[in-house]
């Protein structure tokens, strides 16, 4: 195994292979390299980028009736507009995408890439790019991996969701050329866990890019049993689901290296990562124009969290023009100490549903509840569902000491945080399904996102 994983570093590390790569994917490289210094340019530089890509977009989203309609309301030359036109647009709603998908595409249908989102949250949603995306998802994720100290041919380990929709040899061939090693996590039992720790031992990956919660849940299991595990040599990306802080301490403290968090979704990808001064997220402006709003007044909110709305400056094939991802985040206008001065997310902080709302108006976020399960003996998985804004339910898998001490101790913690006069109902399950695309949801809220901001909007103005 060791000859193995010798030669598989000669072959993929070797400068003639990057070589071949720079030939073979020349406009790939080419983008890169201008993405790569438009993060170091002044401020006024990278406004008048996203600007001219803005423009761009706009002369081909015409083509669009959906699109027509709103680029006409400007009432003035697509050559004349400024960056602050963009909130003339309505916001874009998966609902919309659903009722006005085919009046939103630019280009025969035929030409583009039908997408379709997991659904983790809800219905599935179908949509389109062009096939010039994944030249942009390319270069995002090359500056994603240089971010965390990869280098070109370096070992890396994909604890990922969804697999390839290729043939196991072909899979096992692009892995082999690309130097990666992809783990399934669609079922991600103790057995798994064990079987991947052992085979990472072997591989010794450079890097991990990883769901959240997956390489948290690995890391739980390394920590129980004491084992220091000798890879990843260099960082762990985390993606896909929200990064809390306990759970950050967690896989640092077991893996010995830094997390770097990264931010994106199905239908805009690579919107922004986190750089090795770890105070912040670099909004990918290359590839997005973002805006926090609160959801009552629909004011730009700055330092403070606000629903996060994207322009895809990329896809050209089915535009997305302010975009309702259905996360919540807060923006900062500080220039990071690394030297980047790209625009920032201060933290996300999750999804606009991840939000326990009670009926006194408080408003908290998962992290501050969720926390306290970590610290309660006996609780191996649990998942917390909010029905209504009275009612709770809280599922747990425990390792069967002593269920009825397990329940009293979680119902003594959690209605401390629930107050007088709401009902919860805990439960012991065998196991908590986990969705088709591996995302693990430690809360739900029944209650609607609309009742969530305006108890939020409440404590702001109190």
Known sequence: ???KSFIQDVICKNPIKMSFSRLGKKDYWKNLHQNQLIHHSERSTIERFQLDKLKKLLYVAQKAPYYNVFIK??????????????????????EIIRSEGRNML????????????????????LFYQDTDY????WSTNMIINEMCGWYYGARLARIWGCMPKTSKLLLNCKDYIQNTRFYNIAELSEKKI????????????????????????????????????NYPKIAISTSCETLYPH????????FGVKIFDRYGSREVNGIASECEAHSGLHIFVENVVVECLDPITGEEVIDKPGEIIVTDLNNYGMPFIRY?????????????????????????????????????????DVDHFTHKFFDIQGVKEFQFCQDTIETFTI???????????????????????????????????DSIPKPANGKYRYFISKVSPDKIWQQVSCEQRN
């Open 1 to 3: 195994m060791r000859t």
């Open 73 to 94: 309301n400007l009432k003035k030359p697509i050559e004349n507009i400024t960056i602050t036109d963009l909130k003339k647009f309505p916001i874009l709603t998966k």
């Open 106 to 125: 630019t280009n025969n249908q035929k030409k583009l890439i039908p997408i379709t989102t997991s659904g983790s949250t809800g219905t599935p949603l």
């Open 134 to 137: 994944q030249k942009h998802v």
């Open 194 to 229: 064990e079987a991947y720790h052992l085979d990472m031992s072997k591989f010794k990956p450079e890097i991990i890019s990883s769901y959240t919660s997956s390489i948290y849940l690995i890391a739980k299991y390394l920590e129980a049993r004491k084992i220091k595990p």
């Open 247 to 254: 759970m950050r301490r967690t896989i640092e403290g077991v």
């Open 324 to 364: 309702r991802v259905g996360d919540v985040g807060i923006a900062t206008k500080q220039i990071c100490s690394c030297g980047r001065n790209s625009l920032m997310f201060k933290q996300i902080m999750g999804r606009d549903t991840d939000f326990l709302t009670l009926k006194n108006g408080s408003v908290y």
């Open 395 to 429: 599922s747990i898998v425990t390792d069967n000491s002593n269920n009825q001490q397990i329940i009293d101790k979680v119902k003594k913690e959690i209605s401390d945080v629930l107050g007088h006069g709401s009902s919860l109902d805990v439960k012991v399950v």
